[in-house]
């Protein structure tokens, strides 16, 4: 990455020259860099533009449309303009990236202001801050106090934040929803000497994008949940495996790493405690598929981050073959509000029966699309209202509760809470907590299509049913939408989504399907439409 950033590309020489000095095999290097999306082999234009392919942007932004924008700022020899995966501004959609830099909250129905590419810059970063109740601080030195309380306290901190963790019931909320206190019991029991705390910050899946906004404004806690957790299981050293779309976002985590530094949260003797830990943040070389937490670890090995076969877990045999913690941005930061309030605060956050908070991000067919954090017991039509309503006052058609990855539901199912248990009973999942609505005139089963043609853009290749098989369920979908294949030939797809399912190796193969199969469950009439 680094002679990327330096050269803009990396060419033949360079990486005989760095196969040479770091004594690795060209071969090696070769597959790492044909592997990855962010790798250039020839020196980049003055002026490279990347706009978001996927269902959020595209839902805004018309054919038509997008082809007269990408033709109008695609004029000129040194200016390439290339269709991309999501970007994770889904709230700033269509998407536009300049020159690796967000141009949000701008986006490409702004074409014509964006004059000096080469200057655009985020011109969010300096936003204000939102009011969260998960945050305990009122201001930046009382950053790190929750950990600072327990170690002055002289309470066995592993067992306190172990404790509180199971009691509250705090899962994972990068998708796949495991225990939060569960795994850091596990971890805490592996009898090895070294050990990993990594953050997945690789959020990739279209309308997903929580965690950016999390990073960007709530570093402090995610980086405290990381302390809290190397602490706990005995390890030194946390990474933070950040999407390198993030470049914003990156800038407030290294500013917020320095301040727990200065406030002694960081280093080797954290808080006086007598225990090391540091963090430092490793810049994904982009894919969806490195959320993946066996391929994120490959990557960090310096290989092609495709998965491993499990078991083994990598809470115990992780990074380098030693005991690692994985757990995601939110979870992070929501571990370190869990450990400071203690349990019953958290219970009395949520609604009825419910426990705590979630952030979720929204985005497709409503006024303010954006991340809210919510009571957990908030149903979908309360969240939409959050965001401002149905855009143009239309109606609620259908919409997909967990990111791409989630089967679509009806507006029937509106009033269901997002919750994990209160999604699964409607037969979706809550997943990476990312809601993407569609209002009443939206044809499902062509935004399906699109959802299935990014995992088969984003399979790694590795698993010969998710290569093929996404491949050709791509190739049926375009052609019953042409006109060139009749629509029994879909048919087979329940069949091709059973044995991607129980064949593929990660969770990308074995949900590829899932929205297109529940498209047309519930809206069969737009298949013809």
Same mark, same amino acid.
């Given at each position: 990455?680094?002679?990327?950033?330096?050269?803009?590309?990396?060419?033949?020489?360079?990486?005989?020259?760095?196969?040479?000095?770091?004594? @690795?095999?060209?071969?090696?290097?070769?597959?790492?860099?044909?592997?990855?999306?962010?790798?250039?082999?020839?020196? !980049? &234009?003055?002026?490279?533009?990347?706009?978001?392919?996927?269902?959020?942007?595209?839902?805004?932004?018309s054919?038509?449309?997008?082809?007269?924008?990408?033709?109008?700022?695609?004029?000129?020899d040194?200016?390439?303009?290339?269709?991309?995966?999501?970007?994770?501004?889904?709230?700033?959609?269509?998407?536009?990236?300049?020159?690796?830099?967000?141009?949000?909250p701008?986006? %490409?129905?702004?074409?014509?202001?964006?004059?000096?590419?080469?200057?655009?810059?985020?011109?969010?970063?300096?936003?204000?801050?939102?009011?969260?109740?998960?945050?305990?601080?009122?201001?930046?030195?009382?950053?790190?106090?929750?950990?600072?309380?327990?170690?002055?306290?002289?309470?066995?901190?592993?067992?306190?934040?172990?404790?509180?963790?199971?009691?509250?019931? =705090?899962?994972?909320?990068?998708g796949?929803?495991?225990?939060?206190?569960?795994?850091?019991?596990l @971890?805490?029991?592996?009898?090895?000497?070294?050990?990993?705390?990594i953050?997945?910050?690789?959020?990739?899946?279209?309308?997903?994008?929580?965690? #950016?906004?999390?990073?960007s404004e709530? &570093?402090?806690?995610?980086?405290?949940?990381?302390?809290?957790?190397?602490?706990?299981?005995?390890?030194?050293?946390?990474?933070?495996?950040?999407?390198?779309?993030?470049?914003?976002?990156?800038?407030?985590?290294?500013?917020?790493?320095?301040?727990?530094? #200065?406030?002694?949260?960081?280093?080797?003797?954290?808080?006086?405690?007598?225990?090391?830990?540091?963090?430092?943040?490793?810049?994904? &070389?982009?894919?969806?598929?490195?959320?993946?937490?066996?391929?994120?670890?490959?990557?960090?090995?310096?290989?092609?981050?495709? !998965?491993?076969?499990?078991?083994?877990? !990598?809470?115990?045999?992780?990074l380098?073959?030693?005991?690692?913690?994985?757990?995601?941005?939110?979870?992070?930061?929501?571990?370190?509000?869990?450990?400071?309030?203690?349990? !019953?605060?958290?219970?009395?956050?949520?609604?009825?029966?419910?426990?705590?908070?979630k952030?979720i991000?929204?985005?497709?067919?409503?006024?303010?699309?954006?991340?809210?954090?919510?009571? @957990?017991?908030?149903t979908?039509?309360?969240?939409?209202?959050?965001?401002?309503?149905?855009?143009?006052?239309?109606?609620?058609?259908?919409f997909?509760?967990?990111?791409?990855?989630?089967?679509?539901?009806?507006?029937?199912?509106?009033?269901?809470?997002?919750?994990?248990?209160?999604?699964?009973?409607?037969?979706?999942?809550?997943?990476?907590?990312?809601?993407?609505?569609?209002?009443?005139?939206?044809? =499902?089963?062509?935004?399906?299509?699109?959802?299935?043609?990014?995992? #088969?853009?984003?399979?790694?290749?590795?698993?010969?049913?998710?290569?093929t098989?996404?491949?050709?369920?791509?190739q049926? %979908?375009?052609?019953?939408?042409?006109?060139?294949?009749? @629509?029994?030939?879909?048919?087979? =797809?329940?069949?091709?989504?059973?044995?991607?399912?129980?064949?593929?190796?990660?969770?990308?193969?074995?949900?590829? %399907?899932?929205?297109?199969?529940s498209?047309?469950?519930?809206?069969?009439?737009?298949?013809?439409?």
């Amino acid at each position: 990455m680094q002679l990327q950033h330096e050269q803009g590309y990396v060419d033949d020489q360079s990486l005989k020259e760095l196969s040479q000095r770091r004594k @690795v095999p060209l071969y090696r290097l070769e597959g790492l860099v044909s592997f990855y999306t962010s790798f250039r082999r020839d020196p !980049p &234009p003055k002026i490279t533009v990347q706009v978001c392919r996927d269902v959020s942007c595209i839902m805004q932004c018309s054919s038509r449309q997008r082809r007269e924008f990408l033709r109008t700022i695609g004029q000129g020899d040194d200016v390439e303009v290339r269709e991309v995966s999501c970007l994770g501004r889904c709230d700033t959609a269509p998407a536009v990236v300049v020159n690796d830099h967000p141009v949000a909250p701008l986006t %490409l129905f702004d074409a014509d202001k964006l004059g000096g590419w080469c200057d655009v810059r985020s011109s969010n970063e300096d936003d204000v801050r939102g009011n969260w109740c998960c945050d305990p601080y009122a201001d930046v030195e009382e950053h790190y106090t929750t950990v600072k309380s327990l170690i002055t306290k002289r309470v066995e901190l592993a067992v306190v934040c172990i404790q509180r963790l199971i009691d509250s019931g =705090l899962r994972g909320m990068g998708g796949a929803g495991f225990p939060t206190g569960k795994k850091w019991d596990l @971890v805490a029991r592996e009898s090895s000497e070294t050990k990993y705390v990594i953050c997945n910050a690789d959020e990739s899946e279209p309308g997903t994008f929580k965690d #950016r906004v999390i990073l960007s404004e709530l &570093p402090h806690l995610v980086i405290e949940g990381m302390i809290l957790a190397g602490l706990t299981i005995g390890a030194e050293r946390g990474i933070i495996y950040l999407r390198h779309e993030y470049g914003p976002e990156r800038r407030r985590i290294e500013v917020a790493l320095d301040n727990a530094r #200065r406030l002694g949260a960081l280093g080797k003797n954290v808080m006086g405690s007598g225990h090391a830990f540091d963090v430092e943040v490793f810049e994904s &070389p982009g894919g969806y598929i490195l959320g993946e937490e066996t391929a994120l670890l490959e990557a960090l090995e310096d290989k092609r981050g495709e !998965p491993r076969n499990k078991p083994p877990y !990598p809470g115990t045999f992780g990074l380098e073959g030693k005991p690692t913690l994985i757990n995601n941005v939110e979870t992070l930061a929501m571990a370190t509000t869990i450990i400071h309030h203690d349990v !019953p605060w958290w219970r009395d956050q949520g609604i009825g029966d419910f426990s705590g908070l979630k952030f979720i991000s929204i985005s497709g067919d409503v006024e303010r699309p954006g991340v809210c954090e919510i009571p @957990v017991g908030t149903t979908v039509a309360e969240a939409i209202e959050l965001s401002g309503g149905m855009a143009d006052g239309k109606s609620l058609k259908a919409f997909l509760p967990g990111g791409a990855s989630s089967n679509f539901l009806a507006s029937k199912h509106a009033n269901v809470p997002l919750e994990f248990e209160a999604m699964r009973s409607v037969g979706s999942m809550l997943g990476t907590g990312a809601v993407i609505v569609f209002s009443e005139d939206r044809n =499902l089963f062509e935004l399906a299509t699109n959802i299935v043609t990014f995992f #088969r853009n984003e399979s790694c290749g590795k698993c010969v049913p998710c290569r093929t098989g996404s491949e050709r369920a791509v190739q049926m %979908l375009e052609q019953v939408i042409s006109g060139e294949t009749d @629509v029994t030939e879909l048919d087979v =797809l329940s069949g091709l989504a059973e044995t991607l399912e129980q064949t593929s190796i990660c969770g990308l193969g074995q949900v590829a %399907l899932n929205p297109i199969l529940s498209s047309m469950k519930f809206f069969p009439d737009d298949i013809t439409r």
